[in-house]
């Protein structure tokens, strides 16, 4: 199993998380957890989660970009998978908006 980097950056108006390697359990907790931690300081910035470097994500990762995506994170893919992934999230999302 592959590891996963997390790597946030932080400017006055984004915080901007770069994951590279996969996305899958136990590596999910980890992404959540450090969500968690950094809320406050996400609260009145633009939050972009850049999934490009991502080369798999199981279902718990698919559920946890799923959670990210409803806390207003974007999401963003380059990759034919990641980016159906993607898709799918926000199809899922904009459905319910409905």
Not at 43 to 55: A, F, I, K, M, Y
Request: glycine share 6%; charged share 30%.
């Amino acid at each position: 199993m592959g590891m996963l980097r997390i790597t946030i950056a932080e400017t006055l108006t984004e915080q901007r998380w770069t994951l590279e390697g996969r996305l899958v359990h136990p590596w999910v907790s980890e992404l959540k957890s450090s969500w968690t931690r950094t809320e406050t300081a996400r609260r009145e910035r633009r939050c972009v989660v850049d999934l490009t470097e991502v080369t798999f994500i199981d279902k718990s990762g698919e559920k946890a970009l799923t959670e990210l995506c409803k806390e207003g994170a974007e999401l963003i893919a380059t990759g034919v998978y990641t980016q159906h992934i993607v898709d799918n999230i926000e199809r899922k999302k904009s459905n319910r908006q409905l």
